[in-house]
């Protein structure tokens, strides 16, 4: 099975701020069809998970683009431009190349300071 | 309104069965597969469960793979998973979640994303 690592668990960050979080797996995530299956989501407190980015870097419908998303292969990241007090919550990365399983990072956490 | 709605979530004694639904409404239901994602307690998100569009074909997490089942009526809207011989383990908020689907030709096919996610039901294993 594909392991998911992001990096870091938690930071903290000034509004305005930028940001980065890192996911990495286990395995190339470029799929034979050409596409790459890794999506970004974030869960706001006492709320369920809302999709940012699909395929790498593609925002989904909303999203504002003060994110975005980048990395091949095995390597991921996405990134804040600038901090926003909205943006707090837990970040995950997901790959779903393969299925089963599709498999979760652990999790980070943006907290405001 | 694009919604989906589960139900079905409460508590139940180890070894115990329980059945969620999910209601759709503000899209094509039978156009899409469909997913279940799971939460413990303070903890991260698991996949649980995929079904494609028709329902005929089904993936499971080997954490639940032969005590749940994934299904769906695609003529009511509604996504089921019937989870038997529960453990505590299973306790989570129970989501389920749209594949966000790619249109080709006319043809929906598994994007392989969850663009839309409901409030998720709670099933607590006691």
């Known amino acids: 099975d594909i392991v998911m690592t992001q990096t870091p668990l938690s930071l903290s960050v000034t509004p305005g701020q930028p940001a980065s979080i890192s996911c990495k797996s286990s395995?190339?995530?470029?799929?034979?069809?050409?596409?790459?299956?890794l999506s970004w989501y974030l869960q706001k407190p006492g709320q369920p998970p809302q999709l940012l980015i699909y395929?790498?870097?593609n925002r989904f419908s909303g999203v504002p683009d003060r994110f975005s998303g980048s990395g091949s292969g095995t390597d991921f990241t996405l990134k804040i431009s600038r901090v926003e007090a909205e943006d707090v919550g837990v970040y995950y990365c997901?790959?779903?190349?393969?299925?089963?399983?599709?498999?979760f990072g652990q999790g980070t956490k943006l907290e405001i300071k | 309104e694009v919604q989906l709605v589960e139900s079905g979530g409460g508590l139940v004694k180890p070894g115990g069965s329980l059945r969620l639904s999910c209601v759709v409404s503000?899209?094509?239901?039978?156009?899409?597969?469909m997913n279940w994602v799971r939460q413990a307690p303070g903890k991260g998100l698991e996949w649980v469960s995929t079904i494609n569009a028709g329902g005929g074909s089904t993936y499971y997490a080997d954490s639940v793979k032969g005590r749940f089942t994934i299904s769906r009526d695609n003529s009511k809207n509604t996504l089921y998973l019937q989870m038997n011989s529960l453990r505590a383990e299973d306790t989570a908020v129970y989501y389920c979640a749209k594949d966000g689907g790619v249109t080709i030709f006319g043809l929906v096919l598994i994007a392989r994303y969850f663009d839309l996610w409901g409030r998720g039901t709670l099933v607590t294993v006691s």
């Open positions: 395929e790498v870097s």
């Open positions: 503000g899209f094509t239901f039978s156009n899409f597969s």
């Open positions: 395995q190339s995530l470029l799929h034979s069809d050409g596409k790459t299956y």
């Open positions: 997901m790959q779903s190349i393969q299925l089963p399983p599709y498999s």
